[in-house]
């Protein structure tokens, strides 16, 4: 079964920094792409950025290019967003999960984990 817990959000200021952590259980990071996905209040769940670990492609969506990076440790099964510059339009439910291919998509993603709620403060 796979599972992801991810950890790391909360309140943080705009202009501040936050790391998310996604553990993931059932499958090994070097077998499939991962990424980063986050839902607004209102709006559509949209893909952040995914990584592939084996040969470390990733991408980013056009909003947090600049600012935000992906990682995965490969020894821990475990998946990085590392936030900066945070923006309140940042503020989101921010899901890690497994993509079928690269492009990052939601909708090709079949199963999510909780989330975890990060708040931008003005």
């Known amino acids: 079964e796979v599972q992801f817990v991810e950890s790391g959000g909360g309140l943080v200021q705009a202009g501040g920094s936050r790391r998310l952590s996604c553990v993931v259980s059932?499958?090994?990071?070097?077998?499939?792409?991962i990424g980063w996905f986050r839902q607004a209040p209102g709006k559509e769940r949209e893909g952040v950025s995914c990584?592939?670990?084996?040969?470390?492609?990733?991408t980013y969506a056009d909003s947090v290019k600049g600012r935000f990076t992906i990682s995965s440790d490969v020894a821990k099964n475990t998946v990085y967003l590392q936030m900066t510059s945070l923006k309140p339009e940042d503020t989101a439910v921010y899901y890690c999960?497994?993509?079928?291919?690269?492009?990052?998509?939601?909708?090709?993603?079949?199963?999510w984990g909780q989330g975890t709620q990060v708040t931008v403060s003005p």
């Open positions: 999960a497994v993509p079928l291919g690269r492009d990052c998509r939601p909708e090709d993603v079949d199963s």
């Open positions: 059932g499958f090994t990071l070097d077998d499939y792409a």
């Open positions: 990584i592939s670990s084996w040969d470390g492609y990733t």
